[in-house]
């Protein structure tokens, strides 16, 4: 495809000047990556001991004792070289496995069977074998299976969950990324290897993932959890295979992305609506921002959390104050991984027009006659088509989903859950997370996606589903929030009721006897206990962990022996200090 050159006349001045400055970066970068490729290791090591020193020495004694509190969790989890490293800090056993798509991309998957304890069982593996229900999980744009489990506290680590609730968790990974970045066809150095989009994940990746896990594991469906790009990739995908949806139970979406309305920064948005395929000119063919993970090892973490988060802000206008500074630092390392600048032209694409559509190969010129809608028309999704039930779980404040926008192109058993005050990346790594999002995903796990005879095999235990009508029927009301929600009987239901939900399946697992949070978490006050116990716990996450420093060091660090026993969730503990309710 010959690349293309935005005619003079459609961009305003400004926006060529921040084209300019984009250019002038884009070398700056190339220029400091050279010089940084040729200097030492003995003097890398020591400009950042440096820059180190000089934080430090800025930083109040205050922030320096809560530096070193958290610095025995956070330095290993950003240490931490791959998903089997992370996983085996909390005491699990992970498997490795690779699926071949039908056009030659050999992605990574990750499966973890087996609570603690139980790694020398066989899990769906024959007639003899511990039956156990499969979960999928998929991750986000430029993004790999990490992001799943490079939390803090295990007790917010969503695969940790489901593995103690009795499901065969398995996480894929997009071609091109840190654990897909091999085909039989191409090499990665080639500009064929990096010419895919959205369309190739949803005609590919996604299904000849879950076919080889149901191949595996030999169950007959699985339930598909899906965060960002994961979900939009999931209803690409189920939209234009009508047999998968037979194989999938349920889709929970967080952070549901379909057709956002575009960035927080005015320039860049303009930009990239009026051609998006100017992208191509800033970061070429290839993968995109591939010196991220350079800028990741030279940049003292605090400095590049620091950096993460203005990006952030500037792009998308998030905040990200529902997450700790310690779980940014442990996280943020393993936040980028490499995929096709394509695919990001793909969503800008997807922007400008306001359509979920596939790719647009069309050459684009401003002459051209024949690219109104009257002659051609970029196909789009048939999102209305899926008939997999579908749970929309999404932030108030995220500015990259519209959910109205979103419900009209989705089937009417389409149900959404909205969390007041969450952004994007808080559905994966906020604080408070367990108790807010999990809940819902454990409910929608346990209604649609739970055979008695497979969760009894797992867990020893038989499955009781209640006698009323499904809490996942229809559409909800986009005004909902964190502190209620109406059933399809049309009764609110509280905050409280869910995680009294949650609390009693985790006990399930352990023993039988009849627990949870107590009856009053179902009553009127739950909610407000709840909320009460939630605002307290965020002021004293701000008055204790207000960091301004980084939480790691240069030196390798190395595992504190408590790390796989993490301390009682805040919140719980904030909770116990509140008066219980009659």
């Known amino acids: 495809m010959a690349l293309q050159i935005p005619f003079l006349g459609r961009l305003h001045p400004y926006e060529y000047l921040a084209l300019l400055l984009s250019f002038v970066l884009l070398i700056l970068e190339t220029f400091i990556r050279t010089i940084t490729l040729l200097l030492p290791t003995p003097i890398i090591r020591f400009l950042y001991r440096a820059s180190r020193n000089a934080f430090n020495s800025l930083s109040s004694p205050y922030s320096r004792r809560a530096r070193q509190k958290n610095k025995g969790v956070s330095s290993p989890i950003a240490q931490a070289s791959d998903f089997t490293e992370l996983v085996e800090l909390y005491g699990y056993t992970a498997e490795e496995h690779v699926v071949q798509t039908k056009d030659g991309y050999l992605l990574g998957l990750h499966r973890l069977a087996w609570r ?12 003899n074998s511990i039956q156990k229900k499969p979960v999928y999980l998929h991750h986000g744009l430029m993004m790999n299976s990490e992001v799943w489990v490079c939390l803090t506290d295990r007790e917010r680590c969503l ?6 609730q009795g499901y065969d968790v398995w ?24 010419d895919f989009s959205m369309d190739q994940f949803a005609f590919h990746d996604i299904p000849d993932s879950i076919d080889y896990v149901l191949s595996t594991t030999g169950q007959p469906s699985l339930s598909y959890i899906g965060f960002s790009q994961g979900t939009a990739q999931a209803f690409a995908t189920l939209s234009i295979h009508p047999t998968l949806n037979s194989k999938v139970d349920v889709f929970v979406a967080l952070a549901p992305a379909m057709a956002p309305p575009g960035l927080a920064s005015g320039v860049v948005s303009s930009l990239v609506k009026t051609n998006p395929e100017i992208l191509f000119l800033l970061f070429g063919r290839r993968a995109i921002l591939g010196s991220t993970t350079m800028w990741s090892a030279l940049l003292y973490p605090a400095i590049f959390a620091w950096f993460i988060d203005k990006s952030l802000s500037f ?3 998030w905040r990200m104050r529902n997450i700790t500074p310690h779980q940014k630092l442990a996280a943020y ?11 990001v032209v793909h969503w800008f694409q997807i922007i400008a027009n306001g359509t979920f559509q596939m790719f647009d190969d069309e050459v684009s010129t401003p002459l051209s006659l024949s690219q109104g809608s009257k ?3 970029v196909a789009k999704f048939p999102t209305r088509n899926i008939r997999t039930p579908i749970v929309l779980i999404y932030g108030g404040s995220d500015s990259l989903v519209d959910i109205n926008l979103m419900l009209k192109e989705l089937p009417k058993h389409t149900t959404a859950r909205e969390i007041r005050k969450y952004e994007h990346l808080d559905l994966l790594w906020a604080s408070d997370v367990d108790q807010l999002v999990f809940p819902h ?22 499955n009781e589903r209640p006698n009323a009508p499904s809490p996942f029927n229809g559409s909800q009301p986009p005004q909902y929030s964190e502190g209620e929600y ?13 995680a009294s939900t949650f609390a009693a399946a985790a006990s399930r697992s352990r023993e039988r006897a009849a627990a949870g949070l107590g009856a009053s978490g179902a009553q009127a006050n739950g909610g407000q206990l709840f909320d009460a116990a939630t605002e307290a716990e965020a002021e004293l996450t701000n008055a204790a962990e207000h960091l301004d420093e980084s939480d790691l060091e240069d030196e390798q660090e190395s595992v504190p022996e408590g790390l796989a026993l993490t301390p009682e969730p805040r919140a719980a503990r904030v909770r116990s200090r509140l008066p219980r309710l009659a």
């Open 441 to 462: 995903v454990l409910e929608a796990l346990e209604w649609y996606a739970q055979p008695i005879e497979t969760k009894a095999g797992a867990l020893g235990w038989k």
């Open 171 to 194: 996480l894929g990974n997009n071609r091109g990324n840190k654990y897909s970045k091999k085909c039989t066809h191409h090499s990665p150095s080639q500009n064929n290897f990096w």
């Open 333 to 343: 390392p393993h936040l980028y991984s490499f995929t096709s600048t394509k695919s």
């Open 159 to 164: 695969p940790f969950l489901l593995v103690e």
């Open 116 to 127: 603690r304890g139980e790694e020398d069982m066989r899990v769906n593996a024959g007639a």
């Open 375 to 377: 002659y051609y028309k």
């Open 315 to 317: 792009l998308f206008n």
């Open 486 to 498: 109406t059933a399809s009987s049309g009764a609110p239901m509280r905050v409280g009721e869910s």
